[in-house]
């Protein structure tokens, strides 16, 4: 089955502690993105990927750190400088970057951070 | 500031065909009209995109009116699986910062009635 994979699904955290989150796709896709989502409202974009070992922040960088060191694989650190962790994360790739390329979503993990 | 506007919610029975307005009136000649849907706690899942023409596709049908200011998300036969909330995203056409991301709204909450 292709497809993006999170783990994992829930997620809990003590504050003051860093925590990373996995994200990984088979879909062969060159692009990948991470976003939060907090509780009724839509998706903000953190940081993207538009090939292995090049990322870009996204809107909402700060507290957060990425890594590419492979196509298949774009891990998130949610650091201790992140004011407000707790939120529902989301992977997603695409074959390419840009606006001509649908990107798909893995199932997400929902952090609490106490 | 948003760039869609849509109704926060709508009902529609089993089996009925489920249309999904969205208002994009600032939308550019160079910008993409993109549907997605979430179903709760889970990640989005892309549905159709199109430019000026209308798309169809094995999960739904894309109405653009001609002057593009605003479109139509066909579910022609609804079923309760269908229950989620529906995002429509305008989407710079070109590869190139800006368009990168999705930017979500806060959609149409789209209940399916049996």
């Known amino acids: 089955d292709g497809g993006i994979t999170q783990s994992p699904k829930y997620l809990f955290r003590k504050e003051g502690q860093n925590v990373t989150l996995s994200c990984e796709q088979n879909?062969?896709?060159?692009?990948m993105y991470w976003y939060r989502q907090d509780p009724g409202q839509g998706l903000r974009l953190i940081y993207y990927s538009q090939i292995v070992n090049d990322f870009q922040k996204g809107d909402i960088a700060e507290g957060y750190s990425v890594s590419r060191e492979k196509k298949e694989s774009f891990p998130l650190t949610v650091t201790s400088a992140q004011k407000n962790p707790t939120a529902f994360y989301l992977c997603?790739?695409?074959?390419?970057?840009?606006?001509?390329?649908?990107?798909?979503f893995g199932p997400g993990t929902r952090l609490t951070v106490t | 500031d948003a760039k869609t506007t849509q109704p926060p919610s709508m009902d529609c029975a089993e089996g009925r065909a489920a249309n999904l307005p969205c208002n994009h009136s600032t939308i550019s000649g160079n910008e993409y009209v993109y549907w997605y849907r979430q179903i709760h706690s889970q990640g989005p899942q892309y549905i159709i995109h199109?430019?000026?023409n209308n798309e169809t596709n094995e999960m739904a049908s894309l109405i653009i009116t001609e002057d593009r200011k605003s479109s139509t998300l066909i579910l022609p036969h609804a079923t309760l699986r269908d229950t989620a909330v529906y995002y429509c995203i305008v989407r710079l056409l070109y590869s190139g910062a800006g368009s990168y991301q999705l930017t979500f709204g806060k959609g149409t909450k789209l209940s399916v009635i049996p």
């Open positions: 997603a790739s695409s074959k390419l970057a840009g606006g001509d390329y649908e990107q798909y």
């Open positions: 879909l062969n896709h060159d692009a």
């Open positions: 199109g430019l000026k």
